[in-house]
């Protein structure tokens, strides 16, 4: 299994350009979710899924997008970047089938929007 | 919303010296989970907390679950250069499709050889 991936590991954006973070896992996993890190403020949540077909909001949403047309795959749109969503993205899942399951982490993609 | 206080938010500490860090909550929580982080990394799971009152071992690493649901820590022994890294405690209340983790803003501990 490869976990939890994400590409690209790096990009750089101008003011207004838009883009898609993607994210796939290959666990099977139900539950997928988007974080952002930023010096200070440790991850926030931005958007959430419970599976295929249902969305739902986080802590920071305003900004972002998401879609889950597959189990597998859990893009993030960014429709008009700002320089506020200069930070690095960390997409995660977890089974959502039992108590005791975990969510595992990607390993990030660092934006920068100029 | 919930918010987590982790303290401290860095520690300096020599090789082989013991290290102990905790969060609070302002509300409970019904599980607790400990996260390293290595530069430009994912966080990694290292030790989750399930019952109030429960004191779980991994290797080196000890944490435990606040009876008031509200608090948990991490303590590691005997530390060791490799442990170098942020450490974030996440909270998390189960119910229903409940599945979001609320963060601390992590502990950035430094090792000297």
């Known amino acids: 299994n490869a976990g939890v991936t994400q590409t690209p590991k790096f990009q750089v954006l101008k003011t207004g350009q838009s883009m898609t973070l993607q994210c796939a896992q290959d666990?099977?996993?139900?539950?997928m979710s988007w974080y952002r890190q930023d010096p200070g403020m440790g991850l926030r949540l931005i958007h959430y899924?419970?599976?295929?077909?249902?969305?739902d909001q986080g802590e920071v949403p305003n900004g972002y997008n998401v879609s889950r047309s597959t189990t597998e795959d859990f893009p993030l749109r960014l429709l008009s970047a700002a320089p506020s969503q200069t930070s690095v993205y960390f997409c995660a899942s977890s089974s959502g089938r039992t108590s005791t399951d975990t969510q595992y982490f990607g390993p990030g993609t660092r934006l920068t929007v100029l | 919303g919930q918010q987590l206080n982790q303290s401290p938010q860095s520690m300096f500490i020599q090789e082989g010296e013991d290290v102990s860090m905790n969060c609070t909550s302002s509300s409970i929580f019904n599980t607790w989970l400990w996260y390293k982080q290595d530069p430009g990394e994912g966080p990694v799971l290292l030790i989750a907390?399930?019952?109030?009152?429960e004191l779980t071992s991994n290797g080196r690493l000890t944490a435990q679950f606040g009876i008031t649901r509200k608090d948990s820590f991490l303590n590691i022994s005997a530390s060791i250069p490799s442990d170098v890294g942020i450490y974030f405690c996440?909270?998390?209340?189960?119910?229903?499709?409940?599945?979001?983790?609320?963060f601390g803003k992590g502990t950035l501990l430094t090792v000297n050889p």
């Open positions: 996440a909270g998390q209340l189960r119910g229903g499709s409940n599945y979001k983790l609320t």
């Open positions: 666990m099977n996993h139900e539950y």
């Open positions: 907390l399930y019952k109030a009152g």
């Open positions: 899924s419970v599976g295929a077909g249902i969305t």
